[in-house]
Every structure is written in C-alpha cells, then in structure tokens.
C-alpha cells in the first residue's frame, strides 16, 4: 500500500512539474510573439501623448527609431515648442537625456529613474525596461477565456532574484495571436497601475492596437494616452541616430 501512494505521489509530482514547465514556455511563447508583432530589426514610429488630469490636459508628439538588435532607441519631441528637440537616447542600457537648448547631454542616474516621464503616467525606468519584460522575469499562464486566436490568455510575471525592475508583478491579457490587451503593474509600496490597449487596426502591414493608456490605479481623472500615428517596420537604422545632435 505504500508503494502505492508513492506510485501516486511521484506521477502526480512529475505530471504537475511537466505541465507547469510547457505553460511557462508557452507564456514565454506569447510573450515573444507580442514582442516580434509590435517591434522589429528596426522601428520608425510617431505617436501623439495626451495627458490628463482631473483640471488640465496637456498634449506632445514624439518620433521614436527601436533597433531591437543592437539594443538601443532614441526619441525626439516635435512638440510643443518649449519642448521640441529634446532627445532621450537608450544605449547598451544607459538611459540619457539631450537638451538641445543647452546643447548638452545628460545621463539619467539610478536616482531621477522613477522620475515622471514628461510629466506622464509612465516613469523613466519604462524606458529603461522595455526589452526587460521578458528576460528579468519569469511567466506562468494562471488563465485561458475562449479558443483560437481570439482566446485571451493571462499571463503572471514576477521578477527574478537579482533583476533591478520596479514591478514585484505584472499581469497581462494577450490574445493567442500576440495582440496585447492590458496590464497590471503591482508593487507593495508603490501606486498600482493599468495600461489597455486598445483600436486594434492595421497599421505598417500589421494589425496592432494602435492607441495605450496608462491609468493609475486610484488616481480618479488621470491618465496618459499614447496614440500611435504612423510606423515602419523593417527600416534600416544608421548609427548616426543615435548620436545625440544628429538631427533626423
């Protein structure tokens, strides 16, 4: 009788772990489809930022050039005036700032990380972790709505160990084509946050959700909304872009 329950025990053991590890690739799976759906060797976007508040609103435009490959972006404000020709480049992981008034370039320390973007909902740690979603975090599938690809699966992500993210969780709703839905940015002590994304329409050959907003989590009234306006897939990206006073 013993070896029986042992029996048991062990195929149970074996059957869970199994299933566990094939929904832990499948995340990653879908994860990496959202990623090669929304990004390329070489993206060229321009996107239209509003934000919001309960007594004002306040609208920018940026253009972005995302070399996956080499791992690195820049974008430049065209708008508004005070504003236009500020850069912040990303390169080998160091953030930084041009201010084209000044003609000078500034590293974004470890300290000014969590610092509003442009006076945004996002931080500039976002900017920092955009290719660490996937990598500094490990994902497990915790539900499944519907069949094909129209199915929406969730997707539970926690840090490893040693990664340096702001998120202790971050949950996601991806349809099983790779189009994301939303997600959910949990921290112990600090705000929470959404951002849905939503106006799926072909855009750059693609079909992709064309407008993101990022909500605080019990901050009635405000929200930033990055609507995208026109994109590239597939362009080549010269070296020069990324040179903080080349102006393309």
């Not at 074996?14 to 499948?26: N, R």
């Amino acid at each position: 009788m013993k070896l029986f329950f042992q029996a048991i025990w062990l195929l149970f053991f074996y059957t869970t772990g199994t299933m566990a590890g094939e929904s832990e690739q499948e995340a990653v799976d879908l994860l990496n489809k959202t990623e090669a759906l929304m990004r390329s060797t070489g993206t060229v976007a321009e996107y239209q930022v509003d934000i919001i508040r309960p007594d004002w609103q306040r609208s920018m435009a940026f253009r972005s050039h995302d070399d996956v490959d080499k791992n690195r972006f820049r974008m430049e404000i065209l708008s508004p005036r005070k504003t236009k020709g500020t850069i912040y480049l990303k390169v080998d992981n160091i953030l930084s700032m041009y201010l084209p008034k000044l003609r000078r370039q500034i590293n974004i320390s470890p300290a000014m990380m969590q610092d509003p973007w442009m006076g945004s909902d996002f931080n500039n740690q976002d900017l920092l972790e955009t290719d660490s979603l996937i990598n500094d975090y490990s994902h497990r599938i915790i539900r499944r709505d519907g069949s094909g690809d129209q199915a929406v699966i969730t997707i539970e992500s926690t840090p490893s160990p040693t990664a340096k993210v702001t998120w202790k969780q971050l949950i996601q709703r991806i349809r099983a084509d790779g189009i994301p839905l939303d997600m959910e940015y949990q921290c112990e002590n600090r705000a929470n946050r959404k951002m849905v994304f939503d106006r799926i329409q072909e855009m750059g050959g693609r079909l992709i959700p064309t407008r993101w907003t990022m909500t605080p989590m019990g901050d009635v009234g405000k929200r930033t909304v990055i609507t995208l306006k026109t994109i590239e897939f597939n362009t080549k990206l010269t070296d020069d872009l990324f040179i903080p006073d080349k102006r393309k």
